[in-house]
Protein backbone atom coordinates (compact mmCIF):
# COMPACT_ATOMS: atom_id res chain seq x y z
CA UNK A 1 0.00 0.00 0.00
CA UNK A 2 1.08 3.30 -0.07
CA UNK A 3 0.58 5.91 2.17
CA UNK A 4 0.52 10.20 1.73
CA UNK A 5 0.52 12.53 4.73
CA UNK A 6 -0.37 15.62 3.46
CA UNK A 7 -0.96 19.69 5.57
CA UNK A 8 -1.03 22.57 3.77
CA UNK A 9 2.23 23.69 3.30
CA UNK A 10 4.23 20.07 3.11
CA UNK A 11 4.22 16.54 2.10
CA UNK A 12 5.12 14.83 5.55
CA UNK A 13 5.42 11.45 4.42
CA UNK A 14 4.75 9.32 1.16
CA UNK A 15 5.75 5.85 0.68
CA UNK A 16 5.03 2.42 0.97
CA UNK A 17 3.17 0.69 3.92
CA UNK A 18 1.99 -2.56 5.81
CA UNK A 19 -0.52 -0.67 8.01
CA UNK A 20 -1.63 2.49 9.21
CA UNK A 21 -3.60 3.25 12.49
CA UNK A 22 -5.37 6.61 11.92
CA UNK A 23 -7.65 8.62 14.73
CA UNK A 24 -10.98 9.29 13.34
CA UNK A 25 -13.84 10.77 14.46
CA UNK A 26 -15.79 7.82 15.92
CA UNK A 27 -12.50 6.56 17.30
CA UNK A 28 -8.98 5.12 15.98
CA UNK A 29 -8.98 2.49 13.44
CA UNK A 30 -6.25 0.61 11.24
CA UNK A 31 -6.13 0.77 7.62
CA UNK A 32 -4.78 -2.55 6.72
CA UNK A 33 -4.16 -3.84 2.50
CA UNK A 34 -6.73 -3.94 0.44
CA UNK A 35 -9.03 -2.11 2.62
CA UNK A 36 -12.61 -0.99 1.31
CA UNK A 37 -12.58 2.52 -0.21
CA UNK A 38 -13.55 4.70 2.67
CA UNK A 39 -13.59 8.81 3.15
CA UNK A 40 -13.32 9.46 7.16
CA UNK A 41 -12.84 12.71 8.93
CA UNK A 42 -9.97 12.68 11.41
CA UNK A 43 -9.47 14.21 15.25
CA UNK A 44 -6.47 15.66 16.36
CA UNK A 45 -4.26 12.45 17.06
CA UNK A 46 -1.35 10.25 16.42
CA UNK A 47 -0.83 8.46 13.18
CA UNK A 48 0.84 5.41 13.20
CA UNK A 49 2.20 3.82 10.17
CA UNK A 50 4.18 0.71 10.25
CA UNK A 51 6.50 -0.60 7.48
CA UNK A 52 8.15 -3.81 6.65
CA UNK A 53 9.35 -6.02 10.18
CA UNK A 54 8.81 -3.67 13.34
CA UNK A 55 9.42 -0.75 11.68
CA UNK A 56 7.08 1.96 13.20
CA UNK A 57 7.06 5.85 12.45
CA UNK A 58 4.60 7.65 13.94
CA UNK A 59 2.90 11.99 13.60
CA UNK A 60 0.86 14.20 15.64
CA UNK A 61 -1.34 15.37 13.52
CA UNK A 62 -4.20 18.83 13.90
CA UNK A 63 -7.68 16.55 12.60
CA UNK A 64 -7.88 16.57 9.11
CA UNK A 65 -9.52 13.60 6.22
CA UNK A 66 -8.45 10.05 5.22
CA UNK A 67 -9.22 8.63 2.12
CA UNK A 68 -8.79 5.05 1.51
CA UNK A 69 -8.82 3.55 -2.48
CA UNK A 70 -7.06 1.09 -4.39
CA UNK A 71 -4.52 0.72 -1.98
CA UNK A 72 -3.45 4.17 -1.57
CA UNK A 73 -4.03 6.35 1.75
CA UNK A 74 -4.24 10.01 1.77
CA UNK A 75 -4.84 12.00 4.69
CA UNK A 76 -4.73 15.49 4.61
CA UNK A 77 -3.99 17.11 7.79
CA UNK A 78 -4.62 20.43 9.00
CA UNK A 79 -1.30 20.46 10.70
CA UNK A 80 1.07 18.70 12.25
CA UNK A 81 3.07 18.98 15.90
CA UNK A 82 6.38 18.17 16.11
Not at 21 to 34: A, H, K, M, R, Y
Not at 68 to 81: C, H, M, Q
Request: glycine letters at 10%; aromatic letters at 4%; zero cysteines.
Amino acid sequence: MTLEILTPDQTVFEGEVNSVTVPGTQGSFEVLNNHAPIISTLEDGKVIIRTGGKSEESYFIKGGVVEVLNNKITVLAEGIVK
